[in-house]
């Protein structure tokens, strides 16, 4: 590594002059807000990628503001000429995707430094992201949430063979929005059915880097009841479910041909977006949506506004 270049994951170290225990305020220079904001990172376990996403975006910036500017000096006008630097004076492409990425990061890096009262006010609040041409996701209609439920409920009714997992499975995710991995990785001590104000689920991660995406979900009313019957058909130990994700997929999968929807109609993805795109449009806020899918700062722009296009009115 060069000397005075700042690294992805470790901090530069401070010359004598920067004392990281000392307060930050509006006089401090560019170059200490950046690494108190990777400490505050690295403190609050975010993963290595995103760590590393915001300290390349934010090595960007202090290349192009310079290091030692103070941060109380620093406005929107500044923000907009390194977005348009980027774009069209340093030399290197940059798509829109990257570009929504960036903002991301400097409204991010904003947003704490005003939490955290170091600047009166954030410049990068102004600061819209550009329209990313990516496919809107895949979301099941109400009319085929409506199919696939009842298609797993037949299942789990049926008088020879009855078999809950279908309806266990899709009730989960369309209230989740669990991810696949996440899926597998339940234990049947993460679903608590002893809470007097209904059942709910804990989202566990091993990885000390990952901790920031733990959350507890509510669960609907009767999943009790549901999980019960599960758990007497399967006998699960070790994890709610004891197979490999595939028959999983495979599962959903038949429960969609069941419902009369296409094959792979209602997969994991769909199902999760479909989860989240019918809270948005229940009124969840953003960031509670956002921390109960456990979407990282950077990624969710991008998320929210796909979401967002999903929930215009049609035309």
């Known amino acids: 590594m060069r000397p005075g270049q700042l ?20 006089r401090s220079p560019l170059r200490r807000a950046i690494t108190a904001f990777h400490e505050h990172l690295l403190a609050e376990g975010r993963s290595s990628n995103t760590v590393r996403a915001f300290d390349s975006d934010l090595r960007l910036f202090q290349r192009y503001i310079g290091p030692h500017v103070v941060i109380g000096h620093i406005r929107y006008a500044d923000l907009y000429g390194f977005l348009r630097w980027l774009r069209h004076g ?4 940059c798509n829109d995707k990257s ?34 041409d990516t496919p809107l996701p895949r979301v099941l209609s109400a009319a ?13 009714r049926d008088p020879q063979s009855p078999d809950a997992r279908p309806h266990l499975l899709a009730t989960l995710l369309l209230t989740t929005g669990l991810k696949k991995s996440e899926c597998m990785a339940l234990t049947p001590a993460d679903i608590d059915t002893t809470e ?7 989202v566990r991660y091993d990885s000390a880097r990952k901790r920031h995406k733990e959350r507890r979900l509510r669960l609907p009313p009767g999943f009790d009841t549901l999980v019960d019957e599960y758990k007497s058909q399967y006998r699960p130990v070790s ?25 792979r109609r ?12 019918r809270d948005l449009r229940n009124g969840m806020e953003p960031e509670r949506l956002r921390l109960k899918l456990g979407i990282s700062d950077i990624t969710w722009a991008d998320t929210l506004e796909r979401l967002q296009r999903l929930n215009t009115p049609v035309l």
């Open 90 to 93: 340093r030399g290197v492409p």
């Open 196 to 202: 007097t104000e209904g059942v709910t689920l804990f």
């Open 266 to 277: 209602a997969c994991f993805e769909v199902l999760r977006y479909t989860c989240a795109l």
């Open 99 to 132: 570009l929504a990425r960036r903002i991301t990061t400097l409204k991010v890096f904003y947003g704490w430094l005003a939490a955290s009262k170091v600047v009166a006010q954030n410049p990068a609040a102004q600061l819209e992201h550009p329209h990313v």
């Open 144 to 156: 085929e949430v409506s199919q696939l439920l009842s298609a797993t409920e037949a299942l789990r």
């Open 239 to 263: 994890h709610l479910f004891e197979c490999t994700a595939r028959n999983l997929e495979y599962v959903l999968d038949t429960a969609s041909r069941r419902a009369g929807l296409p094959p």
């Open 7 to 26: 690294s992805f994951l470790e901090p530069p170290e401070p010359s004598g002059d920067v004392r990281l225990s000392a307060p930050l305020d509006a």
